[in-house]
């Protein structure tokens, strides 16, 4: 307690008084690493065929009601993530133990993948009835409350019995949350059918959105934690570098 | 059609018509025949070649009566839960294929005695036809199918299937109770050539025909047409029929 009240103090920090932070700064590295990844990935069509290779080597553990999936359409958007408004504060219910830093993210943007596949009836026999589907879900909004802060292992749960996430007791692990009141926009397309085709029906909207809200709330929302666990930053050799000496002309010394 | 469906799968499928062979059997055996007609018997049936053509109208969530009709199988500590997975696809099917069957009776001259003469036929069903807008739903692991209306009477669905809070509903209106769904259904009647000219037997014969396509007609009404379905449980099998679990 008197700890956190030691750093907060030689740190500055009144967390009644200070007020909230742009991170600017941050949200300028965030885009420059995101358009690196967008650059490798300018050669999206090679996502889209690696996708499908991996789709197609494992069509055996699809379930019995899907006949292949098929990517048609990758959109890695072309907008960055901005964050905002960041405080650091008492985690809730810590009893002034742990500290958290609480930043506002809003995105907006198209982030889309294109789906074809189709689905079996397998009664009474195996491939009565088959029905193609098309889908796009794309994400063109997302607005949250992140929480951010540093713990030890042993303050943690991990959520399912796989005994391989036990980690490190000692490692310091950086965890981020979603407060739940968090906003989630999808534009669902979907085309059902063989030769007459239905277009765009709310209830698969609805359906899909379902499954993909609860599959974030079920990993990223309070009370539920993402945990990454931090590597060690103690200076070593084998991690210097020198920058290169850029010529104009290019001669090599 | 919106739906591709393998027809020679259900066709070349011998459980699956040995199960229709059977049911229509016992329907056959529990109808009180007329005095003219005796041993009723199915010989063959089959769901002939053709395919019927589906075509999606809607996709919604299921009508209200059907969680209705799974809670009343439940005990009273049990409620049935609405899943968003639940879904319900109201389809455009239609029929005009080559399924038939081939029914073997006696028909019996009881003039100028009781049981003067009796007669050997052979009866054949076919040329069924029908063109309905039908509704497939599937909830809590139990798929329900079930004949509306014919497609000509459609606006009597459009107009009373009311998106209430609880869901659709369309069984506050008791017009579509028992609305005919069969457009054709052709009987075809073999006997013997030499009483070709016996007058009360071809008239019987007539008489047999009208009968057995009233009693059809009426059949495939009660047991497909809304207010009543097909229900069939999946809850027992080992491997769900539409979807598998993970993990």
Redesign the interface.
């Known amino acids: 307690h008197s700890h956190l009240k030691t750093i907060l103090e030689k740190t500055c920090y009144d967390v009644d008084t200070h007020i909230p932070e742009s991170l600017d700064w941050f949200n300028v590295l965030i885009a420059q690493i995101i358009q690196q990844f967008r650059e490798e990935a300018l050669l999206k069509d090679n996502i889209v065929h690696s996708l499908n290779d991996y789709l197609t080597k494992r069509s055996d553990e699809l379930p019995s009601y899907l006949d292949g999936i098929k990517i048609t359409e990758l959109d890695i958007g072309d907008d960055f993530p901005i964050f905002s408004n960041c405080r650091i504060q008492y985690s809730p219910n810590s009893n002034k133990k742990k500290l958290e830093a609480k930043i506002d993210i809003d995105l907006t943007d198209r982030i889309a993948i294109g789906i074809q596949t189709k689905l079996l009836l397998n009664y009474p026999k195996l491939r009565t009835a088959i029905l193609p589907v098309d889908l796009t879900l794309s994400i063109i909004r997302f607005q949250a409350c992140l929480t951010v802060s540093l713990t030890k292992a042993e303050d943690l749960v991990p959520t399912s019995d796989d005994s391989s996430v036990q980690g490190d007791d000692n490692a310091y692990y950086l965890m981020f949350s979603f407060l739940p009141g968090y906003e989630m926009e999808f534009d669902i397309g979907s085309l059902i059918g063989s030769r007459s085709k239905l277009e765009n029906i709310p209830k698969i909207s609805s359906l899909i959105e379902h499954h993909i809200k609860k599959w974030f709330c079920e990993r990223c929302v309070e009370p539920r934690f993402q945990c990454i666990k931090l590597p060690g930053i103690w200076p070593r050799s084998k991690n210097t570098r020198e920058e290169k000496v850029s010529t104009d002309d290019d001669i090599s010394v | 059609?919106?739906?591709?469906?393998?027809w020679n799968?259900?066709s070349n499928?011998s459980?699956?018509n040995n199960s229709i062979f059977q049911s229509l059997n016992n329907f056959l055996n529990s109808i009180t025949l007329p005095s003219y007609v005796k041993n009723l018997k199915l010989e063959k049936f089959s769901l002939g070649s053709t395919a019927p053509d589906?075509?999606?109208?809607?996709?919604?969530?299921p009508l209200v009566d059907f969680y209705d009709d799974i809670q009343n199988e439940l005990s009273d500590d049990q409620v049935i839960e609405k899943s968003?997975?639940d879904?319900q696809i109201l389809t455009e099917v239609e029929y005009k294929g080559d399924l038939s069957f081939t029914l073997s009776a006696e028909l019996v001259l009881n003039y100028p005695s009781a049981e003067f003469m009796t007669l050997p036929v052979k009866i054949t069903v076919g040329n069924l036809g029908f063109h309905s807008l039908c509704i497939l739903a599937y909830l809590s692991k139990q798929?329900f199918f079930s004949f509306l209306c014919d497609i000509n009477d459609s606006h009597l669905v459009e107009e009373s299937m009311v998106n209430e809070p609880n869901g659709f509903n369309i069984s506050a209106n008791r017009r579509l109770e028992r609305i005919f769904i069969i457009r054709s259904l052709s009987i075809e009647t073999e006997a013997g050539e030499q009483n070709q000219k016996e007058g009360s037997i071809l008239k019987n014969i007539g008489k047999l025909e009208l009968f057995l396509s009233d009693k059809l007609k009426e059949y495939l009404t009660r047991e497909l047409a809304w207010p009543s379905w097909i229900n069939?449980d999946?809850n027992d099998e080992e491997?769900d029929?539409?979807?598998?679990e993970?993990d």
Do not use: G, Y
């Not at chain 2, 059609?1 to 393998?6: A, L, Q, T, V």
């Open positions: 059609m919106s739906f591709d469906i393998n799968n259900l499928d459980e699956l589906i075509k999606i109208k809607q996709i919604t969530e968003p997975n879904v798929a069939l999946f491997t029929v539409f979807s598998k993970e």
